[in-house]
């Protein structure tokens, strides 16, 4: 008569090693569905105000270079195009580029039938980041004004360096003053992508300080043509800032109208103007990757 020995161990070994199996990979699901898109946000997230400090320094350092007025000056700036991510499955990767176009963003201050031109330049900044867990954004930097689209928002994160003053004149009545620091970038139009840091490096060619007085007041217009999209924002500020002065609408006008190349024309016009200081500086901006 034949005996028959069953072994358990090898049924259940192999048991074992599907629920061990089935327990990793619902732990390995949930990190790549709960903790991956929780810590690309972060790190995107972190990138995004990296960005737009930096943004911040560009600004200052041209400021810096009106002032000193020195020509063939350079100042330089990190810039942070993107980031490779972090440690795990290279989470929240950016990919970044810098645009320095030289060839649209006209700009130009004249009086009010634009006979005559108190100052002229063109150009802006454009950063555009393609992030992976949350919404790609574009930050702009033109004539001062920063400002932050990301999906349907449009934040300004800084204004146009546009002044408006007002001050007891001799008898009676008030001057108005007008400051506006004016920016041309020089040189080549170009783009550039990296997911690492950039240095940015802007060289002054040229700049001048000039202060028109007017009398009989003048009307002055302010014209700049900026990507499509970006000037909403600037125009309400300056709105609610000159009416916060006690302007009315009698005293200013601004509107914002199509213009060609996927561009928008900002036109601010100010009435009444006695005095006039244009702080004009051309810079020639370089990025080394």
């Keep these: 008569m034949k005996v028959v020995h069953r072994r358990e161990s090898g049924v259940t070994n192999v048991v074992s090693s599907i629920m061990l199996l089935a327990i990793t990979l619902s732990v ?11 810590w690309g946000k ?8 990296e960005t737009i400090t930096q943004m911040y320094n560009i600004r200052a350092l041209l400021e810096e270079q009106s002032i000193l007025g020195v020509e063939g000056a350079i100042s330089s700036a990190v810039f942070s195009m993107g980031t490779p991510g972090g440690a795990l499955f290279g ?18 201050v004249t009086n009010e039938t634009g ?24 930050l702009l930097y ?4 920063i400002i932050l689209v990301q999906g349907s928002d449009v934040v300004l994160k800084a204004p146009l360096q546009l002044y408006l003053k007002e001050s007891p004149a001799e008898g009676s009545g008030v001057e108005r003053s007008i400051v506006f620091n004016l920016v041309s970038l020089d040189g080549e139009s170009a783009s550039y992508g990296s997911s690492s840091n950039a240095l940015v490096e802007m060289r002054s060619t040229s700049s001048f300080h000039t202060r028109y007085d007017f009398s009989p007041a003048e009307t002055i217009n302010i014209n700049v ?10 125009a309400r500020q300056l709105t609610e800032e000159f009416i916060n002065m006690g302007l009315s609408n009698d005293d200013f006008n601004i509107t914002v109208n199509p213009a060609d190349s996927d561009q928008e024309l900002l036109t601010i016009t100010i009435k009444n103007v006695d005095h006039l200081t244009m702080n004009v500086l051309t810079v020639e901006v370089r990025v080394y990757i």
């Design 142 to 145: 033109q004539q001062g004004a």
């Design 225 to 234: 043509n900026m990507p499509e999209g970006y000037s909403s924002e600037v």
């Design 28 to 38: 390995v699901g949930t990190i790549m569905e709960v903790y991956l898109p929780a």
């Design 115 to 138: 006979g005559t031109v108190y100052g002229m330049g063109n150009g802006w900044l454009l950063y555009q980041a393609d992030n992976g867990y949350t919404s790609d954004y574009s």
């Design 42 to 49: 972060d790190v995107e997230g972190r990138h995004e105000e």
């Design 91 to 108: 989470t929240g990767r950016v990919w970044g580029s810098l645009e320095v176009n030289t060839a649209k963003g006209a700009v130009n």
